[in-house]
């Protein structure tokens, strides 16, 4: 089968090995020309026989959307357009509503695996129509780990975006999780091999996960995190995920804290517990640190 891919980054370019070394074709660009097959997106269409599938896997946002749009000038009735980058849900209906009257289907696809997934695979969560489902289905399942995992056909436009959200927002709840446990473990005076501690969670433990691995790999490379700084980013889907909690009115202790925290974590001296200093200050005599 043959694919168009639309960027080729740290992401990107993983797949594109992966889906090659299962066989298909991949025509990538990338707007580094070092990294692309072709020159521009009118070139990558001209390669492909109809119908054709194009997957971009670009940053959320305007460049998702402008290449979505060029590629609704270029593509024809029939040819599919996937968005696999992490772009909001709801975005999604009105994109397969904007392309329906030229014919181009549409599907967007939440892609887990990070720059583990060339080897490891890639779990997926697809959002659209069954059958425009099949047409990408080989490709889906080059991407995927093996056996019967990894790969889910998660309901209509915008259920995999939606899927890939909430996968996020869990993976915040544990990281936090992993790192509160960590942070307990050096404060602590009886433990004196923090590093070996995790690395015997890894296996025969309720709380042994890939996130746990990857931990205990960090440790491995630097024992006390000496080299990093305990600032934390966020990309969307953690806001997302609680926007939704609010709206559906389902409790998300862990979810909302995990979010909070990272936030807490870009202050360098956080007003609010200046706030919480003072009061005690206030009303207890407590002492304050100047």
């Known amino acids: 089968m043959q694919l168009g891919l639309i960027g080729l ?23 580094h020309p070092e990294n692309s097959d072709v020159a521009n997106l009118a070139e990558m269409v001209s390669k492909l026989a109809a119908p054709r599938v194009v997957w971009t896997m670009v940053p959320a946002g305007k460049i998702t959307e402008d290449a979505i749009n060029e590629l609704a000038g270029l593509l024809e009735p029939g040819d599919v357009i996937i968005d696999g980058g992490n772009s909001k ?25 990070g720059i583990w997934g060339k080897d490891n695979g890639y779990a997926l969560m697809v959002g659209g129509d069954a059958e425009d489902v099949a047409k990408a289905q080989p490709i889906f399942d080059a991407l995927k780990p093996a056996g019967e995992f990894g790969f889910a056909h998660a309901g209509t436009h915008g259920a995999g975006h939606y899927a890939k959200m909430i996968h996020n927002g869990i993976e915040y709840g544990m990281m936090q999780a992993y790192g509160e446990g960590y942070e307990i473990l050096i404060a602590s005076e009886l433990v004196h091999n923090v590093p070996a501690v995790i690395k015997s969670w890894r296996e025969g433990s309720v709380v042994k996960s890939w996130l746990l691995d990857l931990l205990d790999r960090a440790l491995d490379e630097d024992p006390t995190l000496s080299g990093l700084k305990g600032y934390v980013d966020d990309t ?6 609680v926007d939704e909690a609010i709206r559906l009115a389902v409790p998300a202790h862990v979810l909302a804290a995990s979010i909070f925290n990272r936030f807490e974590s870009r202050q360098d001296d956080s007003p609010a517990m200046k706030a919480v200093a003072a009061l005690r200050q206030q009303f207890g005599g407590h002492a304050v640190k100047r």
């Open 236 to 241: 969307g889907e953690g806001r997302w995920t």
């Open 89 to 113: 849900f709801t975005d999604d209906g009105p994109r397969a509503e904007r392309l329906k009257p030229k014919g181009i289907k549409y599907l967007d696809v939440g892609v887990s695996g």
């Open 9 to 31: 980054g740290r992401m990107g370019g993983n797949m594109r090995d992966r889906i090659r070394a299962a066989g298909h074709e991949v025509v990538g660009y990338d707007h």
